[in-house]
Structure formats: structure tokens, C-alpha cells
DNA sequence: TTGAAAGCGCTAACAA
DNA sequence: TTGTTAGCGCTTTCAA
């Protein structure tokens, strides 16, 4: 790129300007000023040379410095999902209405890779970690109180830090209720036609099972550990596990459960190599909220959990001195089918 | 959070362990030793010692004194998209497997946040930056000039900077003449029954109307200005554009095009507000994929920007010395209804 | 109300 | 093949 050879202005550069040594220009700069008591008048003159200069601090050597740099992360599984990004959007703006610079990363659910990228961002010297739907929560836990960074637990709980986390079993039991009923609209429903797709061994899968199973006996008197197919996070195996269970019966359960929306991606695939007569008459309901998933030809209940009153718990919790390891439960909503609801973007003006 | 006390080892730690030299350290630590011709056996030596102590380098302080800091960055409108979200999602991969560290920020369309957030990244010394669906690429080109930052645009072009934006003319093209033929299976379809909603005054907007009015004329014999309702990129605007529509002419248009998934939201909002009916026999084409939106109880047609090759084009075109200010095409694709692609996701490892 | 000076942890000439 | 040294730009005691 071409180089405009203007070298940035410094703190030295602005002293000499204004006859004041560099730790008055420093402090006026960083806003420290007031508490160093320094001159009103003084301030503004630097600051004036500062604008006129359009001054900018290095970040960096401040933080090194400073041993802090006002970044934040925010470490999440995946972008690309509603869920996750939504997460982001409101994250970023939470941040910057604190003066922090947001940082997000995903990790794939890879553990190994969790701890790497934390690492990374612990060498920048971030301030603050939020770690969102982490597959080890605890190794990453580890890494963080080495290095003496703050940290909480958002959607999956850790035993070592505060988390906050969605009300799983709650959220499954409205969820699992309200399908049953809108099968039960068109006839009886029986134990063995209501399933659960999806999900695996981390805490909000067992915690949406147990959910589910719990509200199937309350209310069908029976639920069977053969209803329940955890197929991991991925759509390609969500989508086997519905391919295995058409093979076998013909055609897909009549009701069922997707532990969440990624899972829920995963019956799309299946739905795009069979005909609409497979699923004319299914009724399906899917843990996480998705705008368009929520028109589907066919009833899909959805849960909508509560990002933005995570992520702000999240922050409120890293203010405080000394957080204990414990899990805040938020509760998350039943969106019923075809509902489109706003978001973060629309905080937004887009007058044209 | 509980500090351990035992502070970071430094390159100072391991020269006195060692008995090297710092400078030694540091060549072996980052790297750059076979250069400095440092003796295979010392670099062991120190390295034992590195890993032993656990030792990471300081990002900030090598960054200070390096001017650069390994960070990339990629500037979008939002995250709460698949189709940024995706592109994030590819960023991220790429960035790593250059042993880059990305930082991807929003800045919700808004000119002054866009430039505000990327000073605030120069002040982290990012070494590059993509600039992806910027509303003002030439003013966030000016602020990286004038810090001699690398920086290419995606998705929306610049003129003063390398950009790589989808081929919007042929990609509105191909989304036209598909639901033209498309609505032609039910009967003859006339000009007057095939509107676009959505987008703005930005160049892919342009280049999208363009190609859409293109082909209405070439397929249908006429085109009219009255059949382009453009809304902004937001939801709630789009909405009420439909809802105008609707009032006006008791049912929606046959056959339409929606300038982006952000726009096809809006569309969500208004059939959230009426009866299954009202669209039983709509053909919609929307510009961006998503895979649920795929899936809709209407034939909606989509189209795929190949997100990969731009970023990838992007990261090619950084890595050459002095990249003119010319706009590389990449192809779009054209998604039929009901069809479930495979995205960035599918490449994790997802084994219960 | 301000200045001097030390140093955060690292890199990169230049010496040796 | 390795060590010495001078900073990168900023914050922060301590003195004045």
C-alpha cells in the first residue's frame, strides 16, 4: 500500500509541541488527567494539538505497558448460526458501550483448539473473557487462571468460573409440551411417535433430554431411551440419524425434538432429497430460534434463548471483585411457528 | 479472579535459565534463529526451557516493537447473518491457517462507526484488513492510507482500493430468469406481476436492478420502474413495503426478488402477520442463500456468493506487493428451492 | 500543578 | 555463532 510516510504522532511529539513533558500529555490523553490535577487550561491546549495532530494512541504500547489493553472476547463455537451470531451482535455492542474492543473468535468445539486460540488472546493481554458454548469449559478455565484473566461461562456451564446459562430443562419441557399438543390436534399421540434428534454429552443436551423425557411422561405416562438419537452438533450426521430412521420406518416420527438449530440444518438435508409428502404432516420442534426456520411447511415450535440477558449478566458478573463459581439460570422463551421476531440488527437506522 | 502470582515468563527468564543471551531468545523463540544461524543444540536447549516454563511470548510488546501484530482484521455490516456470518467463518480459517490472528468487528452500516472501528484496530497495529459490505469503502480507505494499512474490499466495491465483490449483474440475472420460468408453469406471467423489494443505493443494489430489469425486458418484452421498491437493508422496513404492497392490491406480488436474506426477513415479519393464503402461490428469488430459507412453503430460489474465493481472492491479492485498485469478479451460483448446501461448518471434525 | 526517569517485553542493528 | 544495546510508545512512581 502506499505509504503516506506520516509517521504517526506520539505523545513526544505533542510534548514538544506544547512546551509539557511527556506524562502531561500522557495523562491528558488517557483521561487521567482530572485525578493528576492538571491545569483545565493545560488540558485543552494539548488536546487542541492533539486533534489538530489527529493523535491517536498506540494501543499496544499502552497495553504493554499497562499490562491490560481493553480488548474483550468472546470465545464462541461457530459464526455461522443464529444463535451464535446473534450472540456476537449483541456482545459487540455491550462492549463498546463500555469502551472495550470486542473481540470474537470461534473454535470449533475442538478443546485443543479452545485452549490454543485462548491462549492467543491471552498474549494480546484481553482483559476479559467470555467463553460461549465451549466444549471444555473447565481446560479452558485452567488456561485463563494462569494467566490471571477474568473469565465466565456463557450458554455451557463450567464448574470453576460463574456461567450463565439458558434454563435448558425448563425451556425442553415447554418446548417438548408444546409439540405433544399440536400433535395431539390431529389425534391421539402415543409415547413411541414422539422423538429427540440431535445434541451430545455436554450439559444443555442432557439437560433438554432430561427435559424432554420428564414432560413426555407427565404427559403420554411413558417415554423410552429408544426416542432419543444424540447425533452430535454436526447437520451431516443429524441428517443420517433422519435417513436411518426413514429407512427403517418408512417415513420420519410424527413428532419430534432437534436439540438445536445446527441439528435442525440436518433435517433440511434429509428434507432435500425426499419428497414434501415425507414431512406433510410432521410437527417439529427445535431448541434455538431461527427466523426462517420458523416458516417451514410444516409446524416448527422453537426456543428463543436469551443472549442478550446472558451476555449482559456476563458482563455484570465480571464487574463485580470476586464472582463465585456459580450458574445464574436465564429463562428462554417458546416461540410458537410462524413468528417472526427482532433482533439485535434491528437497533439499527436504515433509512435509505 | 484468583491470581497465581507466578507472573508470565519472559525472554529475560529464560536467558538467565539458559544462559544465552536475550537476544538469543527471542531468535530462537520466534522463530527467526536459523537465519540468525543460532547453533541447533542452543535452540533445543531454550526451547526445552520454553515449553517447561510454559512460556508464550508477549504479543504486545512484540507487536510494539515489530510495528506490526499478527492480527488481520474483517470489518462487516453484522454478524447476524448467514451470509456474513459464513463469510466470517471462512475468514477465520483462512487467517489461522496463515498463522494470522482475525478479529472480525461490525459496524452496523453506520459510515462514522465504520471508520471509528477501524482507527481503533489501526491503534492495535492490525496488519491487514478486509472491508467487507462497507457503506463508505473510499472513506475507511482514506483512514488506512493514511496509516499505510494493507486493505481490500469484498462484497462492495471501493475505487481507490483492490476490491472482490460478487458478479451482482449475472447473479440477478440468473435469480430473474429463474422465477420467471418458474411462475410461467402456472400461466402466462406479464411485467406488471414480477417486482424486486429490498436494497438501496449501494453498488450491488444497482447491479442487482440492473440485471433484474435486464431480464424482465429480455424475457418479458417490458419492465417498469414502478415494480422496484427498494427499502433499506432492514427487516422492519421491508416488512412494511410488503404491507403497502398488500394494502394496495390484496394479495402480494406473483413473483418478486429480494434484493438480500436480511430483506427476505422483512418478508418473514409480513407473512407472520397474515394467513397461510396469502402467499399459497408467491415464487420468490432472494439474493443470499440460507439453508432454511430454502426450505419455505413457497419455491424460493436463491443465490449462493462464493464467499470462499472472495475471501480467498482477498488474501491473495494482500499478498502481492503494490495491488492496483481494479474489482475482481467471482461467480455466484443459483440455488433452487428446497435444496440444502453444505457450508464452512461441515469441514469440524463433529464425532460424538 | 508538573517533570524526570525507569521500564513493560520484545526485536534488530552492530559488535565480538 | 552469540552478546550488547538501544529503543518501540506509553504509564507511573517519585520529586519538585
Same mark, same amino acid.
Given at each position: 500500500?502506499?505509504?503516506?510516510?506520516?509517521?504517526?504522532?506520539?505523545?513526544?511529539?505533542?510534548? !514538544?509541541?506544547?512546551?509539557?513533558?511527556?506524562?502531561?500529555?500522557?495523562?491528558?490523553?488517557?483521561?487521567?488527567?482530572?485525578?493528576?490535577?492538571?491545569?483545565?487550561?493545560?488540558?485543552?491546549?494539548?488536546?487542541?494539538?492533539?486533534?489538530?495532530?489527529?493523535?491517536?494512541?498506540?494501543?499496544?504500547?499502552?497495553?504493554?505497558?499497562?499490562?491490560?489493553?481493553?480488548?474483550?472476547?468472546?470465545?464462541?463455537?461457530? %459464526?455461522?448460526?443464529?444463535?451464535?451470531?446473534?450472540?456476537?451482535?449483541?456482545?459487540?455492542?455491550?462492549?463498546?458501550?463500555?469502551? =472495550?474492543?470486542?473481540?470474537?473468535?470461534?473454535?470449533?468445539?475442538?478443546? &485443543?483448539? *479452545?485452549?490454543?486460540? !485462548?491462549?492467543?488472546?491471552?498474549?494480546?493481554?484481553?482483559?476479559?473473557?467470555?467463553?460461549?458454548?465451549?466444549?471444555?469449559?473447565?481446560?479452558?478455565?485452567?488456561?485463563?487462571?494462569?494467566?490471571?484473566?477474568?473469565?465466565?461461562?456463557?450458554?455451557?456451564?463450567? @464448574?470453576?468460573?460463574?456461567? !450463565?446459562?439458558? &434454563?435448558?430443562?425448563?425451556?425442553?419441557?415447554?418446548?417438548?409440551?408444546?409439540?405433544?399438543?399440536?400433535?395431539?390436534?390431529?389425534?391421539?399421540?402415543?409415547?413411541?411417535?414422539? +422423538?429427540?434428534?440431535?445434541?451430545?454429552?455436554?450439559?444443555?443436551?442432557?439437560?433438554?433430554?432430561?427435559?424432554?423425557?420428564?414432560?413426555?411422561?407427565?404427559?403420554?405416562?411413558?417415554?423410552? *431411551?429408544?426416542?432419543?438419537?444424540?447425533?452430535?452438533?454436526?447437520?451431516?450426521?443429524?441428517?443420517?440419524?433422519?435417513?436411518?430412521?426413514? *429407512?427403517?420406518?418408512?417415513?420420519?416420527?410424527?413428532?419430534?425434538?432437534?436439540?438445536?438449530?445446527?441439528?435442525?440444518?440436518?433435517?433440511?438435508?434429509?428434507?432435500?432429497? %425426499?419428497?414434501?409428502? @415425507?414431512?406433510?404432516?410432521?410437527?417439529?420442534?427445535? +431448541?434455538?430460534?431461527?427466523?426462517?426456520?420458523?416458516?417451514?411447511?410444516?409446524?416448527?415450535?422453537?426456543?428463543? =434463548?436469551?443472549?442478550?440477558?446472558?451476555?449482559?449478566?456476563?458482563?455484570?458478573?465480571?464487574?463485580?471483585?470476586?464472582?463465585?463459581?456459580? @450458574?445464574?439460570?436465564?429463562?428462554?422463551?417458546?416461540?410458537?411457528?410462524?413468528?417472526?421476531? @427482532?433482533?439485535?440488527?434491528?437497533?439499527?437506522?436504515?433509512? &435509505?
Amino acid at each position: 500500500m502506499i505509504d503516506f510516510g506520516k509517521k504517526k504522532a506520539t505523545i513526544y511529539d505533542l510534548s !514538544v509541541l506544547s512546551g509539557c513533558s511527556p506524562s502531561t500529555v500522557s495523562a491528558v490523553l488517557n483521561g487521567s488527567w482530572r485525578k493528576r490535577r492538571i491545569k483545565e487550561a493545560t488540558a485543552q491546549l494539548i488536546q487542541g494539538l492533539a486533534d489538530e495532530h489527529q493523535y491517536t494512541a498506540n494501543l499496544q504500547a499502552r497495553g504493554l505497558r499497562s499490562s491490560r489493553s481493553g480488548l474483550v472476547g468472546l470465545l464462541l463455537p461457530v %459464526h455461522d448460526n443464529r444463535y451464535f451470531s446473534s450472540m456476537a451482535q449483541t456482545f459487540e455492542a455491550e462492549a463498546r458501550s463500555r469502551g =472495550q474492543c470486542p473481540i470474537v473468535v470461534s473454535a470449533c468445539r475442538d478443546p &485443543d483448539e *479452545e485452549r490454543k486460540i !485462548v491462549e492467543t488472546l491471552i498474549s494480546y493481554s484481553i482483559d476479559e473473557l467470555f467463553i460461549a458454548g465451549a466444549t471444555d469449559p473447565d481446560g479452558v478455565h485452567e488456561v485463563c487462571i494462569k494467566a490471571g484473566l477474568r473469565h465466565v461461562n456463557i450458554d455451557l456451564p463450567g @464448574t470453576r468460573a460463574p456461567s !450463565v446459562i439458558s &434454563d435448558n430443562f425448563e425451556g425442553a419441557r415447554m418446548l417438548t409440551r408444546a409439540i405433544i399438543e399440536r400433535a395431539q390436534q390431529d389425534g391421539p399421540v402415543i409415547s413411541d411417535e414422539v +422423538y429427540l434428534f440431535g445434541g451430545r454429552d455436554d450439559h444443555a443436551s442432557r439437560e433438554r433430554i432430561r427435559g424432554f423425557r420428564d414432560t413426555k411422561r407427565d404427559i403420554l405416562g411413558d417415554d423410552s *431411551e429408544a426416542c432419543i438419537h444424540p447425533t452430535g452438533y454436526s447437520p451431516g450426521m443429524t441428517a443420517r440419524a433422519f435417513e436411518t430412521f426413514y *429407512e427403517g420406518h418408512g417415513k420420519l416420527p410424527r413428532c419430534f425434538f432437534v436439540n438445536s438449530s445446527i441439528n435442525l440444518e440436518g433435517l433440511m438435508r434429509f428434507l432435500g432429497q %425426499h419428497p414434501h409428502e @415425507t414431512f406433510a404432516d410432521i410437527v417439529v420442534g427445535c +431448541y434455538d430460534y431461527d427466523p426462517f426456520g420458523s416458516f417451514l411447511p410444516f409446524p416448527v415450535y422453537m426456543i428463543r =434463548q436469551d443472549s442478550e440477558a446472558m451476555i449482559s449478566e456476563g458482563f455484570r458478573i465480571l464487574s463485580t471483585s470476586r464472582p463465585p463459581a456459580t @450458574t445464574h439460570l436465564v429463562q428462554p422463551m417458546l416461540v410458537p411457528p410462524r413468528t417472526a421476531l @427482532t433482533g439485535p440488527l434491528d437497533a439499527l437506522k436504515d433509512v &435509505d
